[in-house]
């Protein structure tokens, strides 16, 4: 187990956008292996590499028991959306808010060796490629929100213990994130 401390919102990582992977190397394997590590013990239902500090386009899922990776992805996206569905993320502990996103997405990309992957998900899982693959764009949920939510989830954002700490070594409960957050 490799277990990495995860980054809060204000870290300036979590705002960078992430770099194409070119190696697909023993770096590589052991960064897929941080993440769903971490991923699983938070636990969370995605984890993007950023958040734990690596400027790479690579994010891990576990979403209806289906866990996996993907490496560089490419999203195609469904016009229909879900405008309620309840979105958490591991970087904002404790906290989910309605956020608007396409009900089905098509990822496609590279496993960690650097072979084509197609995948092809609805609802929590679309939701899940979605909310990684934004986070490798430095692109964070409150962003996809219309004003009105994104102005109250940034007050209950302000609010929160954690707000203004992102020291990587904070530690917060594994329960407050109700195994939806991503
Ligand atoms: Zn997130």
Not at 36 to 51: R, V
């Amino acid at each position: 187990m490799a277990i990495q401390s995860i980054r809060l919102f204000g870290d300036p990582v979590l705002r960078t956008p992430a770099e194409p992977v070119k190696d697909f190397d023993k770096e590589l394997r052991k960064l897929v292996k941080d993440l769903t590590d971490t991923m699983m013990d938070a636990p969370g239902a995605g984890l993007a590499a950023p958040q734990i500090g690596v400027g790479l386009r690579v994010f891990t899922y576990y979403v209806d028991e289906q866990l996996g990776h993907l490496i560089n992805p490419d999203l195609d996206l469904s016009e229909d959306k879900d405008e309620e569905g309840e979105e958490g993320c591991l970087s904002f502990p404790g906290l989910s808010f309605p956020t608007p996103r396409a009900i089905r997405a098509v990822a496609t990309g590279l496993n960690m060796h650097g072979e084509p992957v197609t995948l092809e998900g609805t609802d929590l899982m679309a939701r899940c490629f979605q909310h990684e693959t934004d986070h490798l764009d430095g692109v964070l949920f409150i962003d996809r929100m219309d004003l009105k939510q994104r102005k109250l989830a940034m007050k209950e954002i302000r609010e929160a213990e954690w707000s203004g700490l992102s020291a990587p070594a904070f530690k917060f409960s594994p329960h407050a994130t109700h195994g939806k957050a991503l």
